[in-house]
């Protein structure tokens, strides 16, 4: 199940722990509607990211779920509390969902997007190089099992974490989709 998502063993400010992507990277097409054209997993992995980010505090939530539009963009809620320094890729939007050619966009602070880059897991986005997006804006390729679904929580995960002021989670509260990101070691396989 979904649910039992393996525990994420990260620092999300930083990602160095980062595995590395033990699979070859998708193929994208680079201009200013970036995609990912290849590599694809179940539709089941990206519905369940979308839908447990959407769930966590100060993310405003969509006007029918049931129906949800092409492009999902994911974004803080008008009283949430943010850094005037945020990497955004609009607004108060951090990420960005296309369903049509699944493909995520997500804006990560620059550490963040270098480690997710170099392990396997993003590219940087077309429009950063034009400066017409965060310099940490990426495209993170889409999960195909449950090891690639929480490497995407821990990445949102920092997205999420890097833009507000204050951290209003109790300790050792979780949010959904995420058991952990402070235990040493590696991701744990998981099965599909």
């Known amino acids: 199940m979904l649910e039992d998502q393996p525990d994420i063993k990260l620092d999300p400010r930083a990602l160095q722990n980062l595995p590395v992507r033990r699979t070859s ?20 992995y990206i519905d369940q990211l979308v839908k447990d980010v959407l769930s966590w505090p100060h993310i405003e939530p ?59 897991w993003a590219e940087p986005h077309y429009l950063s190089s034009f400066g017409l997006m965060p310099a940490g804006a990426v495209v993170v390729y889409t999960p195909k099992d449950r090891e690639q679904l929480s490497v995407c929580y821990a990445l949102f995960y920092a997205a999420y974490q890097s833009a507000l002021v204050v951290n209003s989670r109790p300790a050792g509260s979780a949010l959904p989709g995420i ?14």
């Open 179 to 192: 058991k952990s990101l402070s235990l040493p070691g590696e991701l744990a396989d998981a099965e599909a």
């Open 25 to 44: 990277r998708p193929k994208t097409l680079r201009g200013p509607l970036h995609i990912q054209c290849s590599g694809h997993g179940s539709r089941k």
């Open 62 to 120: 969509l006007s029918d779920m049931s129906n949800p539009p092409t492009t999902i963009p994911i974004r803080f809620g008008e009283n949430a509390a943010m850094l005037d320094s945020a990497p955004l890729i609009s607004g108060r939007e951090f990420a960005r969902v296309l369903l049509g050619a699944p493909t995520i966009y997500l804006a990560l602070p620059l550490v963040c997007a270098h480690w997710a880059i170099v392990r396997g």
